[in-house]
DNA sequence: TCAAAAGTGTTCTTATTACACCCATGG
DNA sequence: CCATGGGTGTAATAAGAACACTTTTGA
């Protein structure tokens, strides 16, 4: 072995983990997965999941694999976000956590029965405060991403069920972009992409006149894309401008 | 020692190193600073400047020490973008690297004498390819973050001497976005955001009739991005609109 | 006097915003 | 028949895009 090698090989060392923000979204409000930890530190605390990256493991494999663990899914949307490697971040050592997020449909998520995902609970993100390590920065920087990308991907489509309404659609902007929107503009805006399937089906049961359901067309959104088009969803800008007009 | 840190200590340990993809704005284009490299593998081919992450150090820190081993220069834009751990990415063994881009001034930039600077060049970006390692995919990454950024803050200036040109900074926005913009509509925008200021002075020397000198007023963008104010150039959305339907 | 880049306004088109009433269902 | 959420259009405003000529300087 060359001394290059050798050096290298005696060079400073660190564990690694990934840590991932499962997001949700139910009941009208935008949920992320947290687990009680088994073991210290912060036993019995509520904290994002994470474990270490295995010798042989590329880091999204990781990440894919501790979603899978947790919640038996796969395929679902995943992105890297940040890497957090603060020296004193953890109490046992150096631990650098290249944080990801994921979006899942709750409706088909299951308890892994044999997993820590026993002690797994959905929490409404604006109620999760006080995590452990620096899991609160973790969890800010996932859902700012998040906020960034709805806005120029479709990604709001991992988070509901195949079939869904308009409104439920537009709820689930509103919370993921924390502001209200136009229900007229909202409509106008979203049919005009021309990326949704009117299913010519409706709600049941409801206590009020039925909604249509909707799915989305993702074959259309992949030729598009591959045309150019980029997913553009606005109505922000302007309130904030004239919300600074009216503070000066 | 508990168990439990006894078996995190023993846990898969690997590398940790930073890149840092140093932009630079010089003669009508956009720069990457490359060392070449004097050490295996990879020896005498032009590649990021990176190092290892030391044991007591934090990702910044160590991204920021990079920098100025390499340039001198302390206090510039640093941005940490993605991080790359693919399990064979490095000959050696397995080595997670953070990579971070950063914006200098290169009128500010001084090679540093008894450094591995001494065999830092800038290149055009649009002239670099074949990377070892995987610093092209790196590089490409921190480019379209940079993209990205510049539209929704204003990071041209960090590239620009003090003073300078409407025009230097039209071709600068020309260079990062890849596309040509309107001089008109482009000194409209940029002006009408009232973050300029006018030097009343004119270039010298110039064998055509001289420019207006401009500075950046940081002091009063700090204050508007206290007030809620965001920073876009845009000027290219209806281009790739209308590409897309001429293209259907 | 020529070459080279600086500087400057208007019109047209498109996107965004604001806003209020009737409809269909279950209880 | 009432409560609940579903569904719809238009007008005003703002932002973006297209476009051509005159000015000032040094060589």
Redesign the pocket.
Known sequence: MSDVQTEFQNFFKAAFTVDNVIFGFDDGDLKVLLIKRGEMPYEDNWALPGYFINEDEDLDTAAKRVLEELTGLRNVFLEQVETFGSVNRHPFGRVITIAYFSLVKISNYKLQPDSIALKAKWHSISKVRDLPFDHSDILSSCFEKLKQLVRIRPLGFELLPPKF????L?HLYESILETEL????F???I??MDLLIDLEE????????????YKFDRKKYEQFRAEGFTF????????M??AMINHQ
């Open positions: 309404t308009l409104t439920e537009q136009d229900k007229r503009n409509r106008k805006k049919l005009s409706t709600q049941e049961g409801v206590a009020h006149r039925p909604a249509r359901l553009e969803l606005k109505e922000s800008r302007k309130k401008r004239k």
